[in-house]
């Protein structure tokens, strides 16, 4: 049958209960992990993309995008208390709603960790690009940033030219050499598997919220009411469409809801570590949006009474006339939006400060993205999905280094070309399928296996679970059109892979219920 090919739970927890993990874990650790996996990635990266898409409106994009995350969150932490094992949304979709279902959610994750690890290896570009110039050391554009490829990628599909994209062309750059070089270094340190002690982890954690803390504090009292008006110049499709990007700047919080197995009381600690780490973090992002919306402002370029679209070549076009008018650069023209509004205002030392914080924050960010796609691409390949060779550890490393490499390749190739929003709303799309999965899923579990052992327990499931549910699917619809069309593509192509090589090789359609647990070296452990 197509969607018979159940993984039962007992065959996963099977080598979770290898594992024995011991439970250490409080809610206070708990939400500081959350803090430090959220933080990091899209308020640096994607706060300009926000104002374009919505002005000051991206203030409710933020509330938006912190809640679809908090009920999906919910529903992922009763999964994960259950079948705390590598796999994420993947594994819990096998052990639920059946094999096939399973593949198109790992097929989807793909865009969530490899093409998000690309959207922050750019977005740490542009923050070491301009924090050389800030040093005296310019990056010629031609390697810095690949705007002048988008635009001629934009006439080549037909888009007629105009004086914006003539100026992209001529100002924009071919390739983004920086993107290359961090997403290289990073593949290279999960290929020898130094790890990344905790206590390191920790320090970048307050370098982030120490230099998000300094942008609030100088950005709030200069504060213009005129600058939130009008609120939503782009109106309700523009605040949801900035929500669907900024949906990106959540995602790492389900570290807190895979972390159940090791955590003292799961049923309190785990809501309170994924409410709490969510929360923080929205007000964070709301109070940081506010100082640079009333700092500078934030209105959107429009054209044709439209708001031009972020990476766009009219877009980049019409930013580098507007500063050759002798105009100060709007916010949603800036490629590092935060360090722009601190030297605007008056405070170039700190801004160059939060670029750095930016710079040696984001490639953890990177390196934890990649990891987790490669445990994805791993746990894949032991289910027999795809082929053997890609779990093959390293015998001196003891990492899996075949789909590392593959890993590091493909996201590579994507940061050097493309620009940050557009892989940030392709990562989403991939994001948004995969916790409509797991939401799913666990409403089917309650009914399938109501009397399982939960640790923890999703509160007021049929109401949370389809909260999740319709907001994953509001915030996907409100992504732009090739964000929304990329899922379905890559979903066909991989169906085509699953159907030409998968599904006669799985193990479970083989019989084969219980593969070996990989030894392979952690990249995040304890000093």
Not at 166 to 180: E, Q, R, S, Y
Not at 190 to 216: D, H, P, Q, W, Y
Not at 342 to 353: A, D, M, N, S, V
Request: glycine share 10%; hydrophobic share 55%; charged share 10%.
């Amino acid at each position: 049958m197509l969607f018979g090919r159940v993984k039962p739970l007992s065959a996963i927890l099977a080598t979770a209960e290898k594992k024995g993990l011991h439970r250490s874990l409080g809610a206070f650790q708990l939400t500081l992990l959350g803090i430090g996996a959220v933080i990091g990635t899209g308020i640096f990266v994607l706060t300009a993309e926000a104002a374009q898409k919505a002005g000051p409106g991206m203030m409710l994009s933020f509330v938006i995008a912190g809640f679809v995350c908090a009920v999906a969150a919910l529903c992922y932490s009763e999964l994960a208390s259950m079948v705390p094992v590598a796999g994420s949304a993947y594994t819990y979709t096998y052990g639920v709603v059946g094999e096939i279902f399973a593949w198109m959610v790992g097929w989807a994750l793909i865009l969530e960790y490899a093409v998000g690890a690309s959207a922050v290896a750019v977005g740490w570009s542009n923050h070491a690009v301009g924090l050389l110039h800030g040093l005296g050391w310019d990056v010629p554009a031609a390697i810095a940033n690949a705007d002048g490829l988008m635009a001629r990628a934009e006439l080549a599909f037909g888009v007629q030219m105009n004086p914006d994209i003539a100026t992209a062309l001529k100002i924009g750059g071919w390739i983004n050499v920086p993107a290359i070089l961090v997403s290289v270094a990073v593949t290279l340190l999960l290929i020898v598997g130094t790890t990344e002690s905790a206590r390191v982890n920790a320090v970048l954690v307050l370098i982030k919220i120490t230099a998000l803390t300094a942008f609030i504090a100088l950005t709030l009292p200069v504060l213009h009411a005129s600058n939130f008006t009008p609120f939503t110049p782009t109106g309700y499709t523009g605040v949801f469409g900035a929500g669907a990007s900024i949906f990106f700047a959540y995602v790492g919080f389900d570290a807190v809801s895979t972390a159940a197995e090791e955590t003292r009381n799961p049923q309190r600690n785990v809501p309170i570590g994924l409410i709490g780490s969510l929360l923080i973090c929205t007000i964070f992002y709301l109070a940081v949006a506010a100082g640079a919306i009333g700092a500078i402002g934030s209105q959107p370029v429009m054209a044709g009474g439209a708001a031009l679209e972020p990476g766009s070549a009219d877009l980049t076009g019409r930013c580098a006339a507007i500063v050759a008018g002798g105009a100060i650069q709007p916010l949603v023209c800036s490629k590092e939006a935060l360090v722009h509004v601190l030297e605007t205002i008056g405070w170039p030392f700190i801004g160059r400060l939060v670029g750095l914080a930016a710079v040696l924050a984001l490639p953890s960010v990177v390196l934890m993205m990649m990891y987790g796609q490669t445990r994805i691409f791993f746990t894949m390949a032991r289910d027999g999905l795809l082929p053997a060779r890609l779990s093959s550890v390293h015998p001196r490393f003891k990492t899996p280094h075949v789909v590392t490499v593959l890993t590091g390749v493909g996201a590579t190739v994507a940061a050097a070309v493309l620009p940050v929003g557009k892989l940030a709303d392709y990562s989403n799309s991939g994001t948004l399928f995969a916790f409509f999965m797991v939401a799913i899923s666990v409403m089917v579990l309650r009914r399938t296996d109501p009397n399982r052992k939960r640790p923890f327990r999703t509160p007021g499931l049929w109401i949370v679970a389809p909260l999740a549910i319709v907001g994953c699917v509001v915030l996907y619809f409100s992504l732009p059109f090739t964000a929304i069309m990329v899922l379905p593509v890559w979903g066909v192509i991989g169906l085509l892979v699953y159907f030409a090589y998968s599904r006669s090789r799985s193990h479970v359609g083989l019989g084969i219920l219980d593969g070996p647990e990989p030894d392979v070296q952690p990249i995040l452990k304890p000093d």
